[in-house]
């Protein structure tokens, strides 16, 4: 199985902060990487697929990018509906792995 | 507008097997790159991907559960089964299933549309 690491577990920020979180996969994935949103009591929602595609009606504030073994999701400028936890998930091969997932709280 | 809703018992006793049903609308499980999974969630923790049939009955299951699921789908009632035996309290999650699209590579694969989920609780 790949196995996929996120950095960090945990974060506090405030509205207005750019965030970075970082998904490491045990072994290359090319680019079949996507990153859901979950919150509290709420089924995750797709913000972005292939590593790098914006889900249709995901702000634009959200990005991500890598391939390979490193990726990344950066939130440009937090907004309060944005504190959340967020997973990567590799489809590359089976099974679809999941993230330990990485809590952005407020500050 | 697709839309994918769980159903099943909240409630099953250790070493029972539990029916969880996926009735979704707004997609066809017959079109090309299309699929439906099943992922769960413990409480408190990440989410696990379990299962995922393909529109063309193509099916793989996660190999540490693989012993214990059957994921099948009846096109013509637009609905997915799962079906996992010899639970266990380890097993009480929420349990999602939702809209899977993929097909032949190099297009992007991603589960787009999630249901509510459901809790399933395993306990005696």
């Known amino acids: 199985d790949i196995q996929l690491t996120q950095s960090p577990s945990f974060l506090s920020a405030s509205v207005g902060d750019r965030v970075t979180i970082t998904c490491r996969a045990s072994?290359?994935?090319?680019?079949?990487l996507a990153w859901y949103q979950q919150k509290p009591g709420k089924a995750p929602k797709l913000l972005i697929y292939a590593a790098s595609t914006l889900q249709s009606g995901v702000p634009s504030r959200f990005s991500g990018s890598g391939s390979g073994t490193e990726f990344t999701l950066t939130i440009s400028s937090l907004q309060p509906e944005d504190f959340a936890t967020y997973y990567c998930q590799q489809l590359n091969s089976y099974p679809f792995t999941f993230g330990p997932g990485t809590k952005v709280d407020i500050k | 507008q697709i839309t994918l809703k769980e159903s099943g018992p909240t409630l099953v006793k250790p070493t029972q097997t539990l029916t969880l049903t996926c009735t979704f609308s707004g997609f066809s499980l017959s079109t090309s790159g299309v699929g439906v999974g099943w992922i769960r969630q413990p409480p408190g923790k990440a989410l696990e991907w379990l299962a995922l049939?393909?529109?063309?009955?193509?099916?793989r299951y996660s190999p540490s559960l693989k012993s214990r699921l059957t994921i099948t789908k009846d096109t013509s009632k637009n609905q997915v089964v799962l079906t996992m035996t010899n639970m266990d309290p380890v097993d009480t999650a929420t349990y999602y299933c939702?809209?899977?699209?993929?097909?032949?590579?190099?297009?992007?694969?991603?589960?787009?549309?999630w249901g509510q989920g459901t809790l399933v609780t395993v306990s005696s």
């Open positions: 072994q290359g994935i090319s680019s079949y």
């Open positions: 049939i393909y529109w063309d009955d193509d099916k």
């Open positions: 939702a809209h899977f699209y993929g097909g032949i590579r190099p297009n992007p694969y991603y589960f787009d549309y």
